[in-house]
């Protein structure tokens, strides 16, 4: 299975700011993801961070506010700007990857960076 | 598009007896249904999936079963133990993945 880290695992900023997340996986992946899940809740798709162009993002969710970033297979950023306390969740990365012995692909999830925002 | 509904929301049982959560989905073209376990401070940990050219698959202590005409998936846990205490998440899949709104699962000592 892949292994995914993020960065960073938890942070808390001021309404206004912006804060960048980066998610780093151990094996090149063909589709990765970025979730939501606001405290106490279920998982919210974001976005599919598509290498060498732009994210697909879900209805409800745009570019200028999450803006992403996949420069390579291994590799993607999600930005959360111009914070206000709404924003506070549990951002999560997430990969499609092949499960051991496996013949198909199944998704993975990073341990998620808790954003809490004032 | 694709609902899934999970029930129940909340649900103690004491350690050594079985659990149950039940999901089911409005998309019959679904084919794929991925069970995650959620612990605190940590994301969810994909624990059993089973896609819909099966009626059921073990692992260990936990087995899912899929009923395609009623739309309709469950998760058992038998012998459960103070470590199966978590949140957890049915999902349900054709191109991307649609969760259920989770279930807190207490074992009582």
């Known amino acids: 299975s892949a292994v995914i880290s993020q960065k960073p695992s938890r942070d808390i900023c001021q309404r206004g700011t912006s804060l960048t997340i980066q998610c780093q996986v151990d094996?090149?992946?063909?589709?990765m993801f970025w979730y939501r899940q606001q405290p106490g809740q279920s998982l919210t798709l974001i976005a599919t961070?598509?290498?060498?162009?732009?994210?697909?993002?879900e209805s409800g969710f745009v570019i200028d506010k999450f803006p992403i970033s996949r420069p390579n297979l291994t590799f993607s950023t999600l930005t959360v700007s111009n914070m206000s306390p709404e924003d506070s969740s549990i951002y999560l990365c997430?990969?499609?990857?092949?499960?051991?012995?496996?013949?198909?692909?199944?998704?993975?999830f990073g341990p998620g960076t808790r954003l809490t925002v004032l | 598009g694709e609902n899934v509904e999970q029930h129940p929301s909340t649900l103690s049982v004491q350690e050594g007896d079985s659990a149950v959560i039940k999901c089911t989905y409005s998309?019959?073209?679904?084919?794929?249904f991925p069970w995650y376990k959620q612990e605190l401070g940590k994301g969810p940990q994909l624990i059993i999936d089973?896609?819909?050219?099966?009626g059921e698959k073990k692992d260990q202590r936990i087995a899912v079963t899929l009923n395609k005409t009623a739309k309709h998936f469950s998760l058992h846990i038998t012998e459960t133990q103070p470590e199966d205490s978590a949140v957890y998440f049915c999902a349900a899949s054709l191109d991307k993945i649609i969760f259920g709104k989770g279930t807190r699962l207490h074992i009582l000592p």
């Open positions: 089973i896609r819909s050219n099966v």
């Open positions: 997430s990969v499609l990857g092949q499960a051991s012995g496996g013949s198909t692909d199944t998704q993975y």
């Open positions: 961070a598509n290498q060498g162009s732009e994210a697909t993002y």
């Open positions: 094996s090149q992946v063909t589709m």
């Open positions: 998309d019959s073209a679904s084919n794929y």
